[in-house]
């Protein structure tokens, strides 16, 4: 099984629409550049896990997992002239553009920040391709180890925000009414339910 790292820009398809799709399934199109139609076309295969991550927008970062439920195939809107990803010189019978279907597996209880990403840099993340200078690609793959290191990051900081608020807690702070949901960072630890303890 691989591992990869999705970008798309929100504005245009985010977590919001995947989880809304039927199934929580949809075509992951429109890739128009050659090294990463090669992935998709040649090492992309069903059962992989994805970074979805979102990318041109206020707090860019990785935001959900998806798990790939049909490998490559033909990308259908380069033959659509309606399309806004037609391409003219795209042959059905040699195709030059492939896509492959992606499926909501879980989305995060935060986004984990690009900025928090590049703190690990030099350390945990020193290879991650997104991190290295020049990378612009939509698709990429990651290393299980950081794979799994990005999805620890959501359990840690949950971590600390509830070690604060147990601390908080035990000296009185805040009452039960105030603890009605839980949010991202630390800031908001008055705000975190008693589940999270």
């Not at 209880?109 to 690009?114: A, E």
Request: glycine share 4%.
């Amino acid at each position: 099984m691989n591992h990869w790292l999705m970008k798309t820009e929100p504005t245009t398809f985010g977590v919001d629409d995947l989880a809304r799709a039927p199934k929580r399934t949809t075509m992951w199109d429109g890739v128009r550049n050659y090294q990463a139609r090669n992935m998709l076309r040649d090492e992309f295969a069903r059962g992989d896990r994805a970074l979805l991550y979102h990318s041109s927008c206020e707090v860019p970062g990785v935001v959900a997992t998806m798990r790939v439920v049909r490998a490559g195939y033909a990308d259908p809107t380069a033959f659509d002239r309606r399309h806004r990803h037609y391409d003219e010189g795209s042959d059905p019978a040699n195709p030059r553009w492939y896509a492959v279907d992606v499926q909501l597996e879980r989305r995060l209880r935060r986004v984990i920040t690009l900025t928090e990403l590049r703190a690990h840099a030099t350390r945990e993340l020193s290879k991650l391709l997104l991190l290295q200078k020049g990378s612009r690609l939509s698709v990429m793959p990651v290393s299980e180890a950081h794979f799994d290191f990005i999805l620890a990051l959501v359990k840690e900081a949950r971590e600390k925000l509830c070690q604060v608020a147990a601390v908080r807690i035990d000296a009185g702070f805040p009452d039960d009414e105030t603890l009605s949901g839980l949010e991202r960072d630390a800031d908001h630890v008055p705000r975190c339910k008693h589940s999270c303890l």
